[in-house]
């Protein structure tokens, strides 16, 4: 089949790879402009002489971009393929090819459209999360399901685990599966249950500071649901820190948001029931750490307290005595 493949990054290079070895053509390979470093995809296609259209938009004010389209319809794809794409590709593009436009989601559709659904999923405390291959409608991932892949979420995982060990090698696969099944003309067109969807919000700037008065859970599934971006923060004797890999401490307790313990294993901080335990933690404007390595530097020790509820608690505690 002649696949017009829109993407970046090495997912979108593993994908074409992937494509290539189950006997597909790309005929073209559409992406943002490259800034500094190389892409991979883009790297790909220029290796194997693949048509290549990387405009800086594909729209502006409504208006398509008129060169890349015609770079894009000279490339004749019979179906496109969207492997982690950024950019917002216009209605006559998604419907120009005979077979229309299939794409790759890191959630069970209906459930947690949007581009943070991973971070919702550990944020939200699900044990059970997959990807999702749809056809692409003019809604925000509402189009019909092609085909599903579920896998369960560890106590531990993050962000960065369940997109490294499980919806990358999986995504590459799902997406290959899809065009195969496409080709062969045997793509299902599942309608989404609308009464069960959820949107969820970019999670991205500042938005993930750490309530310490919340259960331990609810804070251990916020710093992984936020790891490594945007990084959940606290602020410290006045300054701002990110907290990664945490791990639930039942026995430990304190006023919620003091530390209980620096330890090899990480700094333990108080909850309101037991406390968690973080391994790493970057200072504003410095490098990531063993958080260990940060107490030290920052002269954190027991009892110091971390973000505006722990230091009020503190004070009171200090005025009372």
């Given at each position: 089949m002649r696949i017009g493949?829109?993407?970046?990054?090495?997912?979108?290079?593993?994908?074409?790879?992937?494509?290539?070895?189950?006997?597909?053509?790309?005929v073209g390979v559409y992406g943002p402009m490259e800034k500094g470093k190389p892409d991979p995809l883009a790297e790909a296609a220029r290796r194997d002489g693949v048509a290549l259209v990387q405009?800086?938009?594909?729209?502006?004010?409504?208006?398509?971009?008129?060169?890349?389209?015609?770079?894009?319809?000279?490339?004749?794809?019979?179906l496109n393929v969207m492997a982690f794409v950024t950019q917002i590709i216009p209605?006559?593009?998604?419907?120009?090819?005979?077979?229309?436009?299939?794409?790759?989601?890191p959630s069970l559709l209906p459930k947690h459209?949007?581009?943070?659904?991973?971070?919702?999923?550990?944020?939200?405390?699900?044990?059970?999360?997959?990807?999702?291959?749809?056809?692409?409608?003019?809604g925000i991932d509402t189009g019909p399901v092609l085909l599903q892949k579920r896998f369960s979420i560890g106590e531990n995982d993050t962000v960065n685990s369940l997109y490294r060990e499980r919806f990358f090698p999986l995504g590459i696969e799902a997406l290959a599966d899809a065009v195969d099944l496409v080709a062969a003309g045997t793509?299902?067109?599942?309608?989404?249950?609308?009464?069960a969807a959820t949107y969820e919000a970019p999670w991205e700037g500042d938005v993930a500071e750490i309530d310490w008065a919340k259960p331990a859970r609810s804070?251990?599934?916020?710093?992984?649901g936020s790891s490594r971006q945007p990084g959940a923060w606290t602020t410290v004797f006045g300054s701002t820190v990110r907290l990664y890999d945490s791990r639930m401490v039942e026995e430990a307790g304190g006023v919620p948001g003091t530390v209980a313990a620096v330890g090899e294993d990480g700094v333990t901080i108080a909850?309101?029931?037991?406390?968690?335990?973080?391994?790493?933690?970057?200072?504003?404007?410095?490098?990531?750490?063993?958080?260990?390595?940060?107490?030290?530097?920052a002269g954190v020790s027991v009892?110091?307290?971390?973000?505006?509820?722990?230091?009020?608690g503190v004070r009171r505690a200090i005025n009372s005595a």
């Amino acid at each position: 089949m002649r696949i017009g493949l829109f993407g970046q990054a090495p997912f979108g290079a593993a994908v074409y790879e992937r494509l290539r070895e189950r006997g597909h053509s790309i005929v073209g390979v559409y992406g943002p402009m490259e800034k500094g470093k190389p892409d991979p995809l883009a790297e790909a296609a220029r290796r194997d002489g693949v048509a290549l259209v990387q405009p800086t938009r594909w729209q502006r004010k409504g208006n398509i971009d008129e060169k890349a389209f015609k770079g894009y319809v000279a490339t004749d794809p019979e179906l496109n393929v969207m492997a982690f794409v950024t950019q917002i590709i216009p209605t006559r593009i998604l419907d120009h090819p005979s077979h229309n436009t299939i794409q790759y989601h890191p959630s069970l559709l209906p459930k947690h459209r949007g581009r943070s659904a991973i971070n919702h999923a550990l944020l939200q405390g699900d044990t059970e999360t997959g990807l999702t291959i749809f056809w692409v409608d003019e809604g925000i991932d509402t189009g019909p399901v092609l085909l599903q892949k579920r896998f369960s979420i560890g106590e531990n995982d993050t962000v960065n685990s369940l997109y490294r060990e499980r919806f990358f090698p999986l995504g590459i696969e799902a997406l290959a599966d899809a065009v195969d099944l496409v080709a062969a003309g045997t793509a299902p067109r599942l309608a989404q249950d609308e009464s069960a969807a959820t949107y969820e919000a970019p999670w991205e700037g500042d938005v993930a500071e750490i309530d310490w008065a919340k259960p331990a859970r609810s804070v251990h599934n916020f710093i992984r649901g936020s790891s490594r971006q945007p990084g959940a923060w606290t602020t410290v004797f006045g300054s701002t820190v990110r907290l990664y890999d945490s791990r639930m401490v039942e026995e430990a307790g304190g006023v919620p948001g003091t530390v209980a313990a620096v330890g090899e294993d990480g700094v333990t901080i108080a909850c309101s029931d037991g406390a968690v335990c973080v391994q790493d933690a970057m200072p504003d404007g410095d490098r990531r750490r063993p958080a260990r390595e940060w107490a030290v530097e920052a002269g954190v020790s027991v009892g110091t307290p971390c973000g505006q509820y722990a230091q009020a608690g503190v004070r009171r505690a200090i005025n009372s005595a």
